[in-house]
C-alpha cells in the first residue's frame, strides 16, 4: 500500500451546476448536492466553478457587507460538513479579508479551510467590471490536499501572461485546477482550447477548465468544461448548455499526474449552438426572475415566429401566450402565418385588433395634426398601440412580455420606442437578422437538446420565404428604407464586431454611401438601445455589456 502522503490515484469530481446571482442558501444546497453525488461515487475532491456561492458575476452585490458575510458563512458551512470524512472541496465566493474584496476560491478539506487563493488578474473589459469591485490577491503557491500539490489558476489568470501557471508550476504545483466564468459567444470553446494549450505548454502541468452553466441577466455560461493533460490530450469534455457532473480518475506516474480517458461529450455547433444558447439564457432569465408565463405579440413575421418557437422550447407550450394585433394593413397572409405557427408551436393564440384603440388616438390628436401629412408619427401609433396592449396583458395576467427585435433593426432604429420594443426579455436581441433566418430553418428540422416543443416545422415555410415587413403602410417592406439584409448585416458586423473603418468596408465591395448612412443610422439609434430590453449575448460584441458608445456623439468617419 502506497504512503498515504503520497497517493497514486486521485478522484476529482468536476461540477457544472448553475447557480443563481444572490441566492447563497439556494447556491449553498447546490454545492451540498454536488458533494452528495461526488461522494456516492467515490470522489476525493469536488471542484466548482468561479464564485460559485454568489453567482457569477454579482456586480455590486459585493458592495454589500451582509451579503459577503452569508457567503463566508456559507463556505464556513461547507467547511463544517467536510468533517464527516467525505470528499474535500474547491469552491468559489467572494471574500472581505482585512485589505478588502476578493475574488477568492477556498480549498476545504476535513472540517476545515486548507487554503484560500485570491484572483490576482482581475479582467476589465467587455463584460467584466471586476477591477471596480474587487482587489487583487497575491502570487499565489500550491494548495496541498492530501498529499497532491494543486495549482488553482482562477479564470482570467490562465487567459492572460502573468505568469501564474507557471509560478505554481516552479513552486510545486503537479495539476491545475481552474474554476471559471467563462460566458458563451459564438466560437468562444475553440478560444477556450487554445488558452489551455498554451497554458499546459508554458507550466507542463494538466489543466481542468471547470465552468459555469447558465444564464445570468444577458450573460449565457455554456459549460462545456474539459480537461487537458501534460500532453495536450483530452481528458475528458464534459457537455454544452447542460448541467452535469463528472467523476474524473487522475494517476500519478513518472511523468506526473494524467487524467484518465473520461467522458468526451458531443458538442453542439453552428446554429444548434446558438440556438441553445438563447434558449438557456430565455429560460433562466424567467425562471430566476420568477414569471411564471410569457406573452408576445406572433406577427406572422419571422422574428416573432422564432421568438415563439425559443419561448415553447425553453418553458413548454402551455407558460406561452401568443397574440395577433392586426390593424388595416395586416395581410391575409400574415394572419394565416400567425395562426399556423402558433398551431405548430400548440401554444395560446388570441386575435386583438388594434383599429379601435389606434382611431381612438387619431381622433385624439385630431386637431393638433390637423394639416400635417400622415407619415411615420401615424405607423408608430400602430406599433405604441400594440405594445400598450401587451402590457396590459402582462399586467393582468402576471406574464411577461418577450421583445422580438433582431440586432439588425436594434443597429440602425428600425424599432418603435414604447412600442415593439415594449417587453422584459429578447432572446434573439444579439442576432442578425440573417443569423434569424438561419436559426428558424435549422429548428424546422430538429428539436434542440432539452427543448420542450414540437418536432417538425414550427416556423411556418412562407414565413421564411416571404419579404419582411413591418406592415404599418400599404405594400411595405423592409427593403423600402433598409439595404437588402445580407448587405446590412454584413455592414453592421463590419462597424460593430469588427470596429473597421468606412474606407475598409467600402473595400470589401460595399456602397460608399450605403456604408456612410448604416454608420449614421447605427450611431443616431443609441438612444433606443439604451432603453430596450436585456437580450442573450451571442456575438463576441453585444449592445450594452461589450459595446459602450455615448449616446451624445457627432462622431462619423467621413
Given at each position: ?151 488553482v489558476p482562477i479564470c482570467e489568470e490562465i487567459w492572460n501572461d502573468l505568469g501564474v501557471c507557471e509560478t505554481l508550476a516552479e513552486s510545486g504545483a503537479e495539476i491545475l485546477l481552474v474554476p471559471n466564468g467563462s460566458p458563451y459567444y459564438r466560437g468562444k470553446l475553440d478560444v477556450r482550447y487554445q488558452v489551455a494549450v498554451r497554458q499546459v505548454m508554458e507550466s507542463g502541468l494538466p489543466l481542468v477548465f471547470a465552468n459555469q452553466v447558465g444564464g445570468q441577466d444577458e450573460l449565457v455560461f455554456d459549460g462545456a468544461s474539459f480537461c487537458l493533460n501534460a500532453d495536450k490530450s483530452l481528458g475528458f469534455q464534459m457537455p454544452q448548455f447542460e448541467e452535469a ?314
Amino acid at each position: 500500500m502506497s504512503d498515504i502522503s503520497r497517493p497514486e490515484t486521485l478522484r476529482i469530481a468536476v461540477a457544472q451546476f448553475n447557480p443563481t446571482v444572490g441566492d447563497v442558501a439556494g447556491n449553498l444546497a447546490k454545492a451540498r448536492d454536488a458533494r452528495a453525488q461526488a461522494a456516492a461515487q467515490g470522489a476525493d475532491l469536488v471542484l466548482l466553478t468561479e464564485l460559485f456561492l454568489s453567482g457569477y458575476p454579482p456586480e455590486d452585490l459585493v458592495l454589500k457587507p451582509a451579503f459577503l458575510r452569508a457567503c463566508q458563512a456559507a463556505v464556513d458551512q461547507l467547511a463544517a460538513d467536510t468533517a464527516d470524512g467525505g470528499p474535500g472541496m474547491m469552491i468559489g465566493f467572494p471574500r472581505q479579508s482585512e485589505k478588502g474584496r476578493h475574488n477568492s476560491v477556498a480549498v476545504i478539506d476535513g472540517g476545515k479551510i486548507l487554503g484560500l487563493r485570491d484572483k490576482i488578474d482581475l479582467p476589465n473589459y467587455g463584460e467584466f467590471d471586476e477591477k471596480r469591485v474587487f482587489i487583487e490577491g497575491e502570487m499565489p503557491g500550491p494548495v496541498n490536499f492530501r498529499g497532491v500539490r494543486i495549482g488553482v489558476p482562477i479564470c482570467e489568470e490562465i487567459w492572460n501572461d502573468l505568469g501564474v501557471c507557471e509560478t505554481l508550476a516552479e513552486s510545486g504545483a503537479e495539476i491545475l485546477l481552474v474554476p471559471n466564468g467563462s460566458p458563451y459567444y459564438r466560437g468562444k470553446l475553440d478560444v477556450r482550447y487554445q488558452v489551455a494549450v498554451r497554458q499546459v505548454m508554458e507550466s507542463g502541468l494538466p489543466l481542468v477548465f471547470a465552468n459555469q452553466v447558465g444564464g445570468q441577466d444577458e450573460l449565457v455560461f455554456d459549460g462545456a468544461s474539459f480537461c487537458l493533460n501534460a500532453d495536450k490530450s483530452l481528458g475528458f469534455q464534459m457537455p454544452q448548455f447542460e448541467e452535469a457532473l463528472t467523476l474524473t480518475t487522475w494517476q500519478r506516474g513518472k511523468d506526473g499526474w494524467r487524467c484518465e480517458a473520461g467522458v468526451v461529450a458531443d458538442i453542439p455547433q453552428g446554429e444548434e449552438a446558438d440556438y441553445r444558447a438563447c434558449m438557456l439564457g430565455f429560460r433562466d432569465y424567467v425562471n430566476k426572475n420568477g414569471f411564471k408565463s410569457v406573452v408576445l405579440g406572433l406577427s406572422g413575421g419571422i422574428d416573432s415566429a422564432i421568438c415563439a418557437a425559443m419561448a415553447v422550447d425553453a418553458l413548454g407550450r402551455e407558460r406561452v401566450r401568443t397574440i395577433m394585433l392586426p390593424y388595416h394593413y395586416t395581410s391575409e397572409e400574415s394572419f394565416k402565418d400567425a395562426e399556423d405557427c402558433a398551431k405548430a408551436l400548440g401554444c395560446h393564440y388570441d386575435i386583438v385588433p388594434i383599429s379601435e384603440p389606434v382611431e381612438g388616438f387619431l381622433s385624439s390628436l385630431a386637431d393638433m395634426f390637423e394639416g400635417t401629412e400622415s407619415g411615420i408619427t401615424e405607423e408608430n401609433l400602430q406599433s405604441r398601440t400594440r405594445g400598450t396592449i401587451l402590457m396590459a396583458v402582462s399586467n393582468k395576467f402576471g406574464s411577461m412580455v418577450v421583445t422580438t427585435g433582431n440586432k439588425s433593426e436594434m443597429s440602425v432604429g428600425y424599432a418603435t420606442l414604447y412600442g415593439d420594443m415594449n417587453g422584459g426579455f429578447n432572446p434573439i436581441k444579439d442576432l442578425y437578422k440573417m443569423q434569424v433566418y438561419a436559426l428558424s430553418a435549422w429548428r424546422n428540422t430538429q428539436v434542440p437538446v432539452g427543448g420542450l416543443g414540437p418536432e417538425g416545422e414550427v416556423i411556418p415555410a412562407n414565413i421564411i420565404s416571404k419579404a419582411p415587413s413591418a406592415e404599418l403602410r400599404p405594400n411595405q417592406t423592409d427593403q423600402d428604407s433598409l439595404p437588402p439584409y445580407p448587405v446590412l448585416d454584413d455592414i453592421l458586423e463590419c462597424l460593430i464586431e469588427k470596429e473597421m473603418s468606412v474606407d475598409d468596408i467600402v473595400a470589401r465591395g460595399h456602397d460608399v454611401a450605403t456604408v456612410h448612412r448604416v454608420e449614421h443610422l447605427l450611431y443616431l439609434a443609441e438612444y433606443k438601445r439604451r432603453q430596450s430590453a436585456p437580450g442573450v449575448k451571442i456575438t463576441k460584441k453585444n449592445f450594452g455589456r461589450d459595446r459602450r458608445y455615448p449616446i451624445t456623439n457627432r462622431f462619423r468617419d467621413r
